[in-house]
């Protein structure tokens, strides 16, 4: 990669929890291409993960907010532009969670307080991040913010239950602000839809380890990792990219295009070996 991609940029970066979070990744490499930002996460996240770490390494303010609370992200987003004394070039939303799930309950027998929660923290958040930002005038011309999406949005994969429905409104939301935040800001707003990957939320998926064997077989470049999803939203967040915007992106190693690969045949082809 091109050094010095960021250089002179100013972002945030929500949800980082652990080394295994994209999130994390995504800070790492935007400190290492010159980048500098805002770590955020909501204060018990912060409490139990090692964002601090993160922190000390890449030389950054931590700043608890909730993202679904509107007045904790007034007071992020102005704490940050007093903080780098005028605006903000990026933003990245890394923000996902399913009581649904994490209960294990079926996508049929849903908790409907549970789903509620699910569209308020995975994707209204991303909405309330938009529009705060745009109220306050926060993000530069050119600005780009990224939002972290998956295939289960357009397809349905089993176990990712209400996490679909949630993925599906962020990539809408992502285009309906894109259309009003270009046409006025020239600010760019896409979404990733990444490779699954084994994340502490990402593990909360039932079946993961089976879903990740499957990808793997199915993707002609293989699984994308945490990593490599990273480097793919540095290039977002940098110059290279002015004019892409209110666009979904696969960096899923070519799952999304698939229909059936030779490898995912040939194992499905075993299963039926000695049955009658």
């Given at each position: ?64 907010a909730d993202a679904t609370n509107v ?131 990402g593990s909360g998926v039932k079946g ?13 470049l293989g699984n994308a990792d945490a ?50």
């Open positions: 990669m091109i050094s010095n991609l960021l250089e002179g940029k100013k972002g945030i970066i929500f949800g980082a929890l652990n080394n295994l979070s994209i999130a994390w990744k995504v800070a790492e490499k935007a400190h290492e291409q010159g980048a500098e930002f805002v770590l955020t996460n909501v204060p018990v996240s912060i409490r139990m993960g090692t964002i601090n770490e993160l922190a000390e390494k890449t030389n950054s303010p931590v700043i608890p007045e904790d992200l007034e007071n992020l987003t102005r704490k940050t532009m007093e903080h780098f004394g005028g605006k903000i070039d990026f933003i990245l939303h890394s923000v996902a969670m399913s009581p649904n799930v994490r209960k294990k309950r079926e996508y049929d027998n849903l908790d409907y307080n549970f789903l509620n929660k699910t569209l308020d923290i995975s994707a209204i958040s991303f909405h309330k991040m938009l529009q705060t930002a745009h109220k306050l005038d926060a993000i530069n011309q050119w600005g780009s913010v990224v939002a972290l999406s998956y295939v289960a949005a357009q397809r349905t994969l089993y176990g990712y239950n209400d996490m679909a429905d949630a993925k599906a409104l962020l990539e809408s939301i992502a285009r309906s602000f894109g259309y009003i935040y270009g046409r006025e800001k020239k600010v760019r707003i896409n979404t990733v839809s990444q490779s699954p990957t084994p994340t502490t939320a993961l380890d089976k879903l990740l064997d499957f990808s793997e077989r199915m993707s002609p990593e490599e999803c990273a480097d793919y939203v540095v290039t977002l967040f940098s110059d290279l990219t002015k004019k892409v915007t209110m666009q979904n992106l696969y960096h899923d190693g070519g799952f999304s295009s698939m229909g059936m690969s030779l490898r995912a045949m040939s194992q499905y082809e075993k299963s039926f070996e000695g049955s009658d």
